[in-house]
């Protein structure tokens, strides 16, 4: 992470971007304003080190934009609604985002919630890389190998392919990962735990991993599981 990094803050009301534009330079971020989806998508760059994304922006909502942004960058995303509904939240965090900040909200809130995704973001120095027989994840370029071919997952996948893998044979539940993967307590539906795994197995499934496998524990959740292959 970069000394300063660099918030795209995207919002249509003129008021709420004054004032988190505001709070982000008195942090220290640097920032860029967004008034609609396009605008979001035409100022995506490499610089960006994080996106605060309103959901209801004309032109195209923030969920469309997220899935867009979503097919080619890792960019973490924060989304901001009016509306709370809980199914909202669980779609927001399927299709990609980070975290969901529901208005009204306190700006150093939105602040404590930037830092702590941007910390998460600082894998441990002492372990950043993950080998386990033919698998390789790298957390600080974000990137998973399997026989040395790159497979293509989100940020969340890989984060959560890490997290198995760091400490085979231990059951997670899907609370657990929730906090571990998302960094808070979630207050939503743990289902979104399921549909992320879903889509890593299904993406994994096209590299052969004889040695080793992501195994559903009933009743509990998800572990890395290290396997015999008999001659």
Sequence with gaps: MKTNPTILIADDNPQITSILNSYCKKEGFETILAVDGFDVLNKMSA???LILLDVMMPKLDGFSVCKEIRKENNVPIIMITARGEDHEKILGLDIGADDYIVKPFSPLEVMARIK???RRLEPESTKH???FDNLVVDMRAYRVEI???EVSLTRKEIELLFTLA????IAYSRDQ???QVWGYDYYGDSRTVD???TRLRSKLEHYEHAHWDLKTVWGIGYKFE???VKP
Excluded at 166 to 169: A, C, E, L
């Design 177 to 179: 990962l929730l906090n």
């Design 116 to 118: 702590a995704v941007l």
């Design 129 to 131: 890389i993950l080998n």
């Design 166 to 169: 760091s400490h085979p044979n």
């Design 226 to 228: 290290p396997l015999e």
């Design 195 to 197: 549909s992320h795994m």
């Design 47 to 49: 610089d960006i080190d």
């Design 147 to 149: 026989n040395g071919h």
